[in-house]
Structures are given as structure tokens and as C-alpha cells.
């Protein structure tokens, strides 16, 4: 089983916790971080852009990738938005063990 951290940004606080609850509520991820607002500089068709943004850190297990990617998208304002998953290759396994607990039982549903 093997753990992994999804970063996603969303337009603001409201939209972040809504999601973040929804992924708890449906054990897709054991936590979801929802970090304070930070200010993402980018291009976008051919423009460079600033906007507030709410980043959001989403622990869960890589076998769930694909379901928790299409809620993201479902709920999601942006027409391209972040999805980034990152690889645990180490950490606490008493915590990485609890993760795929919490989240394990969604595949029970």
C-alpha cells in the first residue's frame, strides 16, 4: 500500500473545506490539510496572472488516486487545476499505517 500526498489549490477558504470534508466523509484520504491563503503567480494562455489561492494537502493511499482525482475535478472551479500527487517514500509507519486505515474502508463502500 503505498501512501501518497495530493496538492491542489481552490479560488478560496469555503471551496477548500467543502472539498476537504467530502473526501474525509467518503474516506478517500485519513487527513486533508487546508493551508492559509497564498498568492500563486503563473501564465495562462499566454498571460501572466496572480491570484489568491487556498492550497490544499491531501493524505490517502495511491489506489485511490484516480476516484479522488475525478471528485477533485467535480468539484472544482478552475478549468485546468492542480492535481499533483507525490510519492511517500518514507515516514513515520505508525502514521503512514493509519492512513491507509481511515481510507481502506472506502474501498468497503
Request: with cysteine; net charge negative.
Amino acid at each position: 500500500m503505498e501512501s501518497i500526498l495530493i496538492v491542489t489549490n481552490l479560488p478560496d477558504r469555503e471551496r477548500a473545506m467543502a472539498l476537504a470534508h467530502r473526501l474525509i466523509e467518503e474516506r478517500l484520504a485519513a487527513c486533508v490539510n487546508v493551508m492559509a491563503d497564498c498568492t500563486s503567480v503563473y501564465h495562462w494562455q499566454g498571460k501572466s496572472e496572480t491570484a489568491s489561492e487556498v492550497p490544499v494537502l491531501i493524505k490517502t493511499l495511491a489506489q485511490h488516486y484516480v476516484r479522488l482525482e475525478q471528485l477533485i475535478l467535480s468539484m472544482h472551479p478552475y478549468e485546468l487545476p492542480e492535481i499533483i500527487a507525490v510519492p511517500v517514500t518514507n515516514g513515520l509507519p505508525a502514521y503512514l499505517r493509519w492512513i491507509a486505515d481511515e481510507t481502506l474502508v472506502s474501498d468497503k463502500k
